[in-house]
């Protein structure tokens, strides 16, 4: 069964460093999502992305953050300057356009040190 | 008002037994109703869709009341590996954010 990847599944970071977490949703999928997930708190958006632009993102996402595809299978998420705060799972998940149902990769544990 | 709301729990249930979470969604636009499951530390899990004429799949059976913005997920003869926090989540459109509750923890006990 296809499955949306996910690397590193832990990443330990100095504040102030640059991060970059990397996703390989499912292959016919053409929707693409990071959500995170602060301990013992609820999975929030982050962002969408479609036709290779973003088509939605949160208010967490700020400038801090961005997201590119740079090939026809990675998605990645890129962290400018970590802070204590970032600290989470971040997890990719993937859809196709006409689903509503979205599918999750096992998550990459980032700690901000 | 937060826009998913469910019971946090923990449920405590003997094996075999039925149990039932509850969630209420405060955006009438939402159109998508889903249950995910999450064990500790892992990527939550599509469970089932939820639909307005309810569903079943084996053990699992879902109701949605629009009018009430209510969704409801009942699991009957509980096993040890039901153990897991049960996330409600709603959806306003394909290729858009989805919305989750904080979770309902439960705890199956032989």
């Known amino acids: 069964e296809p499955e949306v990847t996910q690397t590193p599944s832990h990443q330990v970071t100095q504040m102030g460093q640059e991060v970059i977490l990397r996703c390989v949703p499912i292959?016919?999928?053409?929707?693409f999502y990071w959500y995170r997930q602060i301990l013992g708190q609820k999975v929030e958006f982050l962002v969408s992305?479609?036709?290779?632009?973003?088509?939605?993102k949160s208010e967490i996402f700020d400038d801090q953050f961005s997201v590119e595809r740079p090939d026809g299978s990675n998605f990645t998420l890129k962290i400018r300057s970590t802070k204590l705060e970032d600290s989470a799972m971040y997890f990719c998940?993937?859809?196709?356009?006409?689903?509503?149902?979205?599918?999750f990769g096992p998550g990459t544990r980032l700690t901000v040190t | 008002r937060k826009e998913v709301e469910q019971d946090p729990g923990p449920f405590n249930v003997p094996e075999g037994a039925t149990v039932a979470f509850n969630c209420t969604y405060s955006?009438?636009?939402?159109?998508?109703f889903f249950w995910y499951r999450q064990d500790c530390r892992k990527e939550p899990k599509l469970l089932m869709s939820?639909?307005?004429s309810g569903n079943e799949d084996g053990r699992f059976t879902a109701q949605l009341n629009r009018a009430s913005q209510y969704i409801s997920l009942l699991i009957r003869d509980s096993k040890l590996s039901d153990s897991a926090t049960y996330l409600c989540?709603?959806?306003?459109?394909?290729?858009?954010?989805?919305?989750f509750g904080k979770g309902t923890t439960l705890s199956v006990s032989s």
């Open positions: 998940a993937s859809s196709l356009p006409s689903d509503y149902e979205q599918y």
């Open positions: 292959s016919n999928h053409l929707y």
């Open positions: 992305f479609y036709n290779n632009e973003i088509s939605e």
């Open positions: 955006n009438s636009a939402s159109q998508s």
């Open positions: 939820v639909y307005s």
């Open positions: 989540v709603v959806n306003h459109q394909a290729g858009t954010a989805l919305i």
